[in-house]
């Protein structure tokens, strides 16, 4: 055995019996357990559940850690989260973004879908045109409807605590915006 | 005129699965290259030889399984609540099949662990790795009375099958007014909270068109098992009239022919009568030599679900020893992660690589009504130290509460992981 290979197991030999070797946790079996809720590869059928997959690697991280911080509270998530840690969340983020983003196939209102259409512009402004994501907001285009409804939802109830912008483009809107928003997302595939 | 095979198979199927014939079985999909055998199309099974063939296109994936489709047990107490038929609950195999693996409707009737072969009644299929994902089965020796007439009079109905379709047939047939009596066994049994949400939906069912019918749950256990404050507060607000729960109520016998129930010191009788009884693994498990003498379920290594007594089979889903994992619920999610797991594991040792440490997660929901549904979510990582799953600090909790999204959650999450499984 070289001299540099001996050096480097006496290291390993000295590291504390329960240290756990660094990225000992495999990420690919990691992220498969996602599916059972959110599909296989991340791009499930849900109406309520949305695709994890295809979006920026820092979206999915702020989601996961919002999670586990508690400025989101989803009564599924905010347990799956606290299980993981930094490392995990940025290696599951870049995981689940080089995977193909998936649209829902649960109907949207065309007639809701073009009243929400006259609404979505400031949101592009942050979330990207037809709203499939940029670097300030993440993909809303072919999400779930419910899911989209839900979300706008769980920021004025408190259940997400949203950004100083996030919370002044909702304050104005009604719930009936807030519907036709998220049918006009949800058809944009 | 009848064949020597035919007469043999006719023989080893009337007998006990501890005869192995001494005419070699005819060999059914002669193996060349590296296979691996999964045995049972469930949702451990379905799930492995899912994830096999992902993983390792190129290898042999061959899933045996008895029925034509995929029948789910999770969800099936919503066809016995009248909400979901038969048919929301089945998927077919297609998807599988699609996939390159080959699945055998037949059913097994041993394992030669020696030779690596599997005996069907139609023939024997050899292996290079065999994964186990067999299920259960029910333990009526200590129930009196459990004699087909008995079990008949009394479904379980912890299979999906014919016995979910008759429970949901004879609620709907009952006169209203009437009497249901539920029997709940000591755990470990397959799905915790599966009982309670069977009793919360049944509890619906009979509020909605049964006025005046009472459900008895005669539970042997000292509460309820799982998500109990929960199901607790559901059935305070919502069935006070109509359920009677019990505890520390063991059941000694039944009478099929005048539905009588009796424990140790009461008696009911039932006009619809559900006796869930204890459960072991399969009885293929047992007999091939994988399971201590007096356990009921399986020990494994938890890295990879390797038998401790066969370093070739891996075993998953409900017949696995949580004393041997971890505290692991037996859930349909769980099996689903092991069956990833044990996917991993197989492909990994077949092409001698070191398998990879591993992560279960679950999440079980339950409907309370008919629109309002609980949940329990929890992450397991494998720990290097006891070599067993442990969920980190904070990694498991409750819904807050019952609520409506939660039912609609639960509606999405069973659409996502046939999915997962069988698409």
Same mark, same amino acid.
Request: proline content about 5%; hydrophobic content about 40%; overall charge positive.
């Given at each position: 055995m070289t001299r540099f290979r001996l050096l480097g197991l006496w290291l390993l030999l000295a590291l504390p019996a329960n240290m756990a070797v660094a990225g000992s946790v495999d990420i690919a079996g990691l992220a498969r357990t996602c599916a059972g809720c959110h599909g296989p590869e991340g791009a499930g059928p849900g109406r309520t559940i949305p695709s994890i997959a295809g979006l920026r690697a820092k979206h999915f991280g702020d989601a996961m850690r919002g999670y586990r911080q508690g400025s989101r509270s989803f009564y599924v998530m905010r347990f799956i989260a606290k299980g993981l840690d930094d490392d995990e969340i940025d290696k599951l983020s870049i995981h689940f973004a080089r995977l193909p983003f998936s649209p829902s196939r649960a109907p949207t209102d065309p007639a809701f879908a073009g009243k929400g259409a006259l609404l979505a512009k400031s949101c592009n402004a942050c979330h990207g045109a037809d709203g499939r994501g940029a670097d300030k907001g993440p993909r809303l285009a072919g999400q779930p409807v419910e899911y989209l409804n839900g979300a706008l939802a769980a920021y004025l109830s408190g259940e997400r605590r949203g950004t100083g912008d996030m919370m002044a483009q909702l304050k104005p809107l009604s719930a009936a915006d807030r519907l036709h928003l998220s049918h006009f997302y949800a058809s944009r595939q | 005129m009848l064949s020597r095979r035919k007469l043999l198979q006719a023989a080893g199927a009337g007998v006990?699965?501890? &005869?192995?014939?001494?005419?070699?079985?005819? @060999?059914?999909?002669?193996?060349?290259?590296?296979?691996?055998?999964?045995?049972?199309?469930?949702?451990?099974?379905?799930?492995? !030889?899912?994830?096999?063939?992902?993983?390792?296109?190129?290898?042999?994936?061959?899933?045996?399984? !008895?029925?034509?489709?995929?029948?789910?047990?999770?969800?099936?107490?919503?066809?016995?609540?009248?909400?979901?038929?038969?048919?929301?609950?089945?998927?077919? &195999?297609?998807?599988?099949?699609?996939?390159?693996?080959?699945?055998?409707?037949?059913?097994?009737?041993?394992?030669?662990?020696?030779?690596?072969?599997?005996?069907?009644?139609?023939?024997?299929?050899? &292996?290079?790795?065999?994964?186990?994902?067999?299920?259960?089965?029910?333990?009526?020796?200590?129930?009196?009375?459990?004699?087909?007439?008995?079990?008949?009079?009394?479904?379980?109905?912890?299979?999906?099958?014919?016995?979910?379709?008759?429970?949901?047939?004879?609620?709907?047939?009952?006169?209203?007014?009437?009497?249901?009596?539920?029997?709940?066994?000591?755990?470990?049994?397959?799905?915790?909270?599966?009982?309670?949400?069977?009793?919360?939906?049944? !509890?619906?069912?009979?509020?909605?068109?049964?006025?005046?019918?009472?459900?008895?749950?005669?539970?042997?256990?000292?509460?309820?098992?799982?998500?109990?404050?929960?199901?607790?507060?559901?059935?305070?607000?919502? &069935?006070?009239?109509?359920?009677?729960?019990?505890?520390?109520?063991?059941?000694?016998?039944?009478?099929?022919?005048?539905?009588?129930?009796?424990?140790?010191?009461? @008696?009911?009788?039932?006009?619809?009568?559900?006796?869930?009884?204890?459960?072991?693994?399969?009885?293929?498990?047992?007999?091939?030599?994988?399971?201590?003498?007096?356990?009921?379920?399986?020990?494994?290594?938890?890295?990879?679900f390797q038998s401790a007594a066969a370093d070739d089979i891996h075993i998953i889903g409900d017949a696995t020893d949580q004393s041997s994992i971890g505290s692991v619920p037996k859930s349909g999610f769980i099996a689903n992660s092991m069956g990833k797991v044990a996917a991993a594991a197989a492909v990994a040792l077949l092409q001698d690589q070191a398998p990879p440490t591993p992560s279960l997660a679950n999440t079980c929901y339950s409907l309370v009504s008919e629109d309002e549904g609980i949940s329990v979510t929890a992450l397991y990582k494998w720990d290097q130290e006891t070599r067993k799953f442990l969920v980190p600090a904070g990694a498991k909790g409750l819904s807050p509460g019952r609520s409506k999204i939660v039912a609609r959650n639960a509606r999405d999450w069973a659409h996502a992981i046939w999915a997962d499984m069988l698409s």
């Amino acid at each position: 055995m070289t001299r540099f290979r001996l050096l480097g197991l006496w290291l390993l030999l000295a590291l504390p019996a329960n240290m756990a070797v660094a990225g000992s946790v495999d990420i690919a079996g990691l992220a498969r357990t996602c599916a059972g809720c959110h599909g296989p590869e991340g791009a499930g059928p849900g109406r309520t559940i949305p695709s994890i997959a295809g979006l920026r690697a820092k979206h999915f991280g702020d989601a996961m850690r919002g999670y586990r911080q508690g400025s989101r509270s989803f009564y599924v998530m905010r347990f799956i989260a606290k299980g993981l840690d930094d490392d995990e969340i940025d290696k599951l983020s870049i995981h689940f973004a080089r995977l193909p983003f998936s649209p829902s196939r649960a109907p949207t209102d065309p007639a809701f879908a073009g009243k929400g259409a006259l609404l979505a512009k400031s949101c592009n402004a942050c979330h990207g045109a037809d709203g499939r994501g940029a670097d300030k907001g993440p993909r809303l285009a072919g999400q779930p409807v419910e899911y989209l409804n839900g979300a706008l939802a769980a920021y004025l109830s408190g259940e997400r605590r949203g950004t100083g912008d996030m919370m002044a483009q909702l304050k104005p809107l009604s719930a009936a915006d807030r519907l036709h928003l998220s049918h006009f997302y949800a058809s944009r595939q | 005129m009848l064949s020597r095979r035919k007469l043999l198979q006719a023989a080893g199927a009337g007998v006990g699965a501890s &005869y192995i014939p001494l005419v070699s079985a005819e @060999e059914l999909l002669p193996k060349s290259g590296r296979r691996i055998v999964v045995l049972g199309g469930g949702w451990g099974g379905a799930t492995a !030889a899912q994830y096999a063939k992902r993983l390792a296109p190129d290898i042999d994936i061959v899933l045996i399984e !008895a029925e034509e489709a995929f029948r789910s047990c999770p969800t099936s107490n919503w066809v016995i609540g009248g909400l979901w038929n038969m048919a929301d609950i089945t998927t077919s &195999y297609e998807g599988l099949r699609r996939r390159g693996i080959k699945v055998v409707r037949d059913r097994a009737t041993a394992i030669d662990a020696a030779a690596k072969e599997v005996r069907l009644t139609t023939g024997k299929v050899r &292996y290079d790795r065999l994964i186990l994902s067999p299920g259960i089965d029910y333990i009526y020796d200590n129930i009196e009375g459990m004699d087909a007439a008995g079990r008949a009079r009394f479904p379980a109905a912890w299979k999906a099958g014919p016995e979910t379709a008759l429970l949901r047939q004879r609620l709907a047939a009952m006169p209203a007014g009437g009497t249901v009596v539920m029997t709940v066994p000591l755990g470990p049994f397959r799905c915790p909270p599966g009982p309670y949400e069977r009793a919360s939906l049944i !509890a619906a069912y009979l509020k909605r068109q049964k006025p005046g019918s009472k459900l008895v749950v005669l539970d042997a256990n000292k509460k309820i098992i799982s998500k109990g404050k929960l199901f607790k507060a559901a059935w305070d607000d919502l &069935y006070r009239d109509i359920i009677d729960y019990r505890t520390e109520q063991e059941l000694i016998g039944v009478d099929g022919s005048d539905g009588t129930i009796r424990t140790a010191f009461d @008696e009911f009788v039932a006009d619809v009568g559900n006796v869930i009884p204890p459960q072991r693994a399969k009885a293929i498990v047992h007999e091939a030599g994988l399971i201590a003498d007096g356990r009921r379920w399986a020990a494994v290594k938890a890295k990879t679900f390797q038998s401790a007594a066969a370093d070739d089979i891996h075993i998953i889903g409900d017949a696995t020893d949580q004393s041997s994992i971890g505290s692991v619920p037996k859930s349909g999610f769980i099996a689903n992660s092991m069956g990833k797991v044990a996917a991993a594991a197989a492909v990994a040792l077949l092409q001698d690589q070191a398998p990879p440490t591993p992560s279960l997660a679950n999440t079980c929901y339950s409907l309370v009504s008919e629109d309002e549904g609980i949940s329990v979510t929890a992450l397991y990582k494998w720990d290097q130290e006891t070599r067993k799953f442990l969920v980190p600090a904070g990694a498991k909790g409750l819904s807050p509460g019952r609520s409506k999204i939660v039912a609609r959650n639960a509606r999405d999450w069973a659409h996502a992981i046939w999915a997962d499984m069988l698409s």
